[in-house]
């Protein structure tokens, strides 16, 4: 119901930045959260960040105050700022989309964050 496509990932040392990107297609409802979760070889899932269609964000303790999640409704893309990275973020970022949080409609391939220290 949901396709996404990520963008925006690379290497970074520690104390950067990097943005990511992920364009959505799909419904009304099946895109009224859109969010980020990171997930590495062997580790759960980690819910990162994730933003309603009226705005209203929701973020993992461990990324508050470092991370912003934002969202173009028009476009149906997602964007997450990344500042004050530590090799603890490295990570594949893959990007989301449902009718609620929680909800996993879609998700995209995701695109690798590594941050060197």
């Known amino acids: 119901q949901v396709h996404l496509v990520e963008s925006g990932g690379g290497l970074v040392q520690a104390g950067g930045s990097l943005r990511v990107s992920c364009a959505a297609n799909?419904?009304?409802?099946?895109?009224?959260?859109m969010g980020w979760y990171r997930q590495a070889p062997g580790k759960q899932r980690e819910s990162v960040a994730a933003?309603?269609?009226?705005?209203?964000?929701n973020y993992a303790d461990s990324v508050k105050g470092r991370f912003t999640i934002s969202r173009d409704n028009a476009k149906n893309t997602v964007y997450l700022q990344m500042n004050s990275l530590t090799p603890e973020d490295t990570d594949v970022y893959y990007c989301?989309?449902?009718?609620?949080?929680?909800?996993?409609?879609?998700w995209g391939q995701g695109t690798q964050v590594t941050v060197s220290s």
């Open positions: 989301y989309a449902g009718p609620n949080f929680g909800a996993y409609y879609g």
């Open positions: 799909g419904s009304i409802l099946s895109t009224a959260v």
């Open positions: 933003i309603t269609r009226g705005g209203y964000t």
